[in-house]
């Protein structure tokens, strides 16, 4: 039997819970376009977003450390195939739909700049006067506007939960703004499970990074309430005198389990609770019913206090920042105050754009690696380097 985009919208219907999103029931997209025969809604939005080039452009995109400080590091791509990974558990897990969550999981990160949030900080700083930046509403200009990949519409042209879940991702790193899509409305389950899943892992893995790169230590750690529990459940000392690899990746392994587990325990029991029974109920409630448990949250905080005051703001990251200042301010003056550096396509952008020069350059520079900007400097301001 060929499974059908009809036969997969069934499967749905019969399978998730009734707080699951149908990809049948979808609000659709902006512009008319013809749907795939094999795959449903959500699964199409999904290929939409691995094909882009912002995308590929995430393997070269900062999370914590710069590309150039090592390769075994996260980055912004790798970070997101573990919020899918997690992601889809959790859906799975739940009865919600994989697929939309996935999909929001995948786009979440797009609009990030060069130098993670640090980039993030200093593109809100150069555009205080023209609109700000944020790296959330940026990802909305990619996903509508920025990719140009079809004749007959800008952007993407996703569903309107995908969309929905891009604009209501709600983190301690973004800024929700959900006018033009129902703000007194609660997100869908697999958004807010996306939220969840980004929250766990950043915590887990920059946990990991910052143990393997030096910066944090398990004399500090030793004394935190989840650091605690994981050790107990490994049968393991506070402070072992040699974390080695494999003891490091059994400690990340076990924390990210300990979470998923509370998340989808207490996730469940809160839809119980409140007697959900569509997604119409779910949207009702009017904030988010998908959480770890008050303790594990507490716990979480006590955490990613730890994060960000030892590994953050520690001097290896701060210098990286550093760095990105003294790249990124002197580009984005360049291009403002000699337009013709920017290369003809992006200079004709802003020929024929209705939002000004400052948008158009902040645009081209929250597009850039963190290898390109660094490259795009040496080209500007180095003058052995070849243009």
């Known amino acids: 039997m060929k499974l059908t985009r009809h036969i997969l919208e069934q499967r749905e219907a019969q399978t998730l819970e009734p707080w699951g999103m149908k990809s049948a029931d979808t609000g659709g997209r902006v512009y ?40 075994h590091y996260r980055n912004r791509l790798t970070h997101t195939i573990e919020v899918v990974q997690l992601g889809r558990t959790l859906a799975r897990a739940l009865g919600a739909n994989e697929d939309l969550t996935e999909a929001i999981c995948l786009a979440h990160d797009l609009g990030h700049p060069a130098f993670g949030h640090t980039g993030e900080h200093i593109l809100n700083q150069l555009m205080k006067d023209h609109g700000g930046f944020d790296h959330q509403r940026q990802t909305m200009r990619i ?31 973004d800024v929700t703004n959900a006018v033009g899509y129902e703000p ?19 915590n887990t893995s920059d946990l990991d990074d910052g143990l393997y790169a030096g910066i944090l230590h ?8 989840l650091w605690q529990q994981v050790m107990d ?3 393991e ?30 996730t469940y029991s809160q839809l119980e609770a409140h007697q959900i029974q569509s997604v119409a109920d779910l949207r009702a409630q009017g904030r988010n019913l998908a959480g770890f448990s008050p303790e594990m949250q507490a716990a979480n905080a006590v955490q990613k206090e730890h994060l960000f005051k030892h590994f953050y703001r520690g001097y290896r990251v701060m210098r ?4 990105a200042e003294r790249i990124l301010f002197p580009l984005f003056e360049a291009y403002i105050s000699e337009p013709k550096q920017l290369p003809p396509s992006t200079l004709a952008k802003v020929e024929h754009s ?21 490259q795009e400097y040496k080209r500007l301001f180095d003058p052995e380097e070849r243009v």
Not at 37 to 66: C, E, G, P, S
Not at 218 to 225: N, S, W, Y
Not at 237 to 256: E, G, M, T
Not at 320 to 323: D, L, N, S
Request: include cysteine; hydrophobic fraction near 40%; glycine fraction near 6%.
């Open 32 to 71: 008319a376009d013809d749907e795939a025969d094999y795959r449903t809604v959500y699964q199409k939005d999904r290929d939409r977003i691995i094909h882009t080039t912002a995308f590929r452009r995430l393997a070269y995109k900062t999370q914590v450390f710069v590309y150039h400080e090592g390769d």
């Open 143 to 173: 996903l509508e506007k920025l990719e140009q990949r079809y004749p007959g519409f800008p952007g993407l042209n996703l569903s309107y939960e995908v969309r929905e879940g891009v604009v209501k991702h709600d983190t301690d790193y």
């Open 184 to 202: 007194q409305l609660a997100g869908t389950l697999e958004c807010q499970l996306a939220n969840l899943a980004d929250e766990m892992a950043w």
């Open 218 to 225: 398990i004399e500090d750690l030793a004394l935190q309430p």
């Open 233 to 235: 459940s490994l049968g």
């Open 237 to 266: 000392p506070y402070a072992p005198r040699d974390l080695d690899s494999l003891l490091r990746a059994r400690i990340i392994r076990r924390l990210v389990g300990l979470e998923m587990k509370d998340a989808i325990e207490y």
């Open 320 to 323: 990286m920042a550093a760095k």
């Open 354 to 374: 209705d939002e000004g020069l400052h948008r158009v350059v902040s645009d081209y520079l929250a597009g850039m690696t963190d290898r390109y900007a660094i």
